[in-house]
């Protein structure tokens, strides 16, 4: 099964193979900030940061211990997670431009962190080893996107989505209604950033070299403009806009030093005829339930005090 399959990778095209792989790492990235900014209304400017500790994390799980993949993935993404919720624990008392400022100075620290430790090779970056894995990494990397698209549509067509999405519409009202807002807000920056450790840890294992610079704000600024694209809070908009943001430069590459105007121009025309994204205020579950009959669950259940 692992030959069959690496021979398959082995007879694509090679600039082909990166684009699609870059797709599906920029999904995941996508769907994991949908749930902190999209689902629950927190702004983030530091997911970057999250992916670069999946990233350096998963990249040293293999070159210090040699653990299967799949294992490492979930490490990476675990403790990934955990430092998601100790630095959430403290920064989600904030809103708006306040938590998005916090969220920011968070990855400069994480990146001038990186740059200045000897276990991540400083400045001159780390090289990463192959993966101990039969499955090709760009299998591995759809096998991993597929998942998280299943895993974030449940998630967001669940009791604890809807209390996600009460909490992004009216935080005061969510409260009296019983729904425990600090528990809801670190859990859903927690399972955010586990999807961006597990991005990071795919990241580094398919580049083969992973350098803190590479995880900069403009990165982070790259998956926010994703699910904004796509239109926030939906589970296809992040893969949409995943997918065009991701490989639109490399489409628009024949254009010369143009591409990235180009690029821009683009961003600004969609942001200004669809302001909510292509597929904003679109929920797919609701289309299905409608076609089939039935009524659509509601967005908020009344709950019991600290639920």
């Avoid at 009460?166 to 927690?190: H, P, Q, V, W």
């Avoid at 990071?200 to 900069?216: E, K, M, Q, R, T």
Wanted: proline fraction near 4%.
């Amino acid at each position: 099964m692992g030959a069959s399959l690496q021979n398959l990778v082995a007879g694509m095209d090679p600039y082909f193979l990166q684009i699609i792989v870059n797709i599906g790492i920029a999904i995941i990235l996508a769907l994991g900030l949908n749930i902190i900014t999209g689902l629950t209304g927190q702004l983030s400017l530091g997911h970057a940061a999250f992916m670069s500790i999946g990233a350096f994390v998963g990249a040293l799980l293999t070159i210090k211990t040699g653990l299967p993949f799949s294992l490492n993935l979930i490490l990476a993404g675990s403790i990934t997670a955990l430092v998601g919720a100790m630095i959430g624990y403290p920064i989600l008392r904030l809103t708006g431009d306040y938590l998005a400022i916090c969220t920011l100075g968070f990855a400069e620290i994480v990146k001038v962190v990186f740059l200045n430790l000897d276990i991540t090779n400083k400045a001159l970056g780390l090289s990463v080893p192959p993966a101990h894995s039969s499955i090709p990494m760009p299998i591995m990397v759809w096998i991993c996107a597929i998942l998280a698209i299943v895993a974030v549509t449940f998630l967001q067509n669940s009791r604890f989505g809807r209390a996600l999405k009460a909490i992004r519409g009216d935080e005061i009202a969510a409260e009296s209604m019983g729904i425990n807002l600090a528990r809801y807000k670190i859990s859903s920056f927690a399972l955010g950033t586990f999807f961006a450790g597990i991005g990071g840890a795919l990241y580094a294992h398919f580049l083969g070299y992973i350098n803190p610079s590479d995880f900069s704000f403009l990165k982070s600024v790259d998956i926010l403009s994703m699910i904004v694209l796509g239109g926030l809070g939906s589970v296809p908009g992040a893969v949409i806009g995943a997918s065009v943001l991701a490989a639109a430069p490399e489409f628009l590459r024949f254009m010369s030093q143009y591409r990235m105007l180009v690029y821009g121009a683009l961003l600004v025309f969609l942001m200004v005829f669809r302001p909510n994204g292509l597929l904003g205020g679109v929920n797919f579950v609701d289309l299905v339930l409608r076609k089939l009959g039935k009524k659509p669950q509601l967005a908020v259940r009344n709950g019991k005090k600290g639920e």
